[in-house]
């Protein structure tokens, strides 16, 4: 089983930044699909971005503007530039990759264990 690791989160104040990470913790024979996810206490999770093999995007538009999205082929990474950070911005992110294991493997979809993003002054 290939486990998601995130790294990034934490306290930051209104208006400022954090970076979220996440690959996976062995190799894997390709990647298709990735995106982050965030759930806020009470709240159901929710889709904060996303980014297809063929580079394309899409955000919330609650982040619109805001966060970024990116995928490093070579290192199997995918980062969440986060800027400008507002109180309703806290929640715990996850980020999500659909794996392909093997060249004849179909697509399994793994989840990050979650990292927490707290905005408050």
């Known amino acids: 089983q290939v486990q998601l690791v995130e790294s990034g989160g934490g306290l930051v104040q209104p208006g400022g930044s954090l970076k979220l990470s996440c690959t996976p913790s062995?190799?894997?024979?390709?990647?298709?699909?990735m995106g982050w996810y965030r759930q806020a206490p009470g709240e159901e999770r929710e889709l904060v971005a996303e980014?297809?093999?063929?580079?394309?995007?899409d955000y919330a538009n609650s982040v619109k503007g805001r966060f970024t999205i990116s995928r490093d082929r070579a290192w199997n990474e995918l980062d969440l530039q986060m800027n400008n950070l507002k109180p309703a911005d806290t929640a715990v992110y996850y980020c999500?990759?659909?794996?392909?294991?093997?060249?004849?493997?179909?697509?399994?979809?793994?989840w990050g264990q979650g990292t927490q993003v707290t905005v408050s002054s």
């Open positions: 062995r190799s894997i024979f390709s990647i298709g699909g």
């Open positions: 980014i297809r093999t063929t580079g394309s995007t």
């Open positions: 999500k990759m659909d794996l392909r294991m093997g060249e004849f493997s179909g697509l399994s979809t793994s």
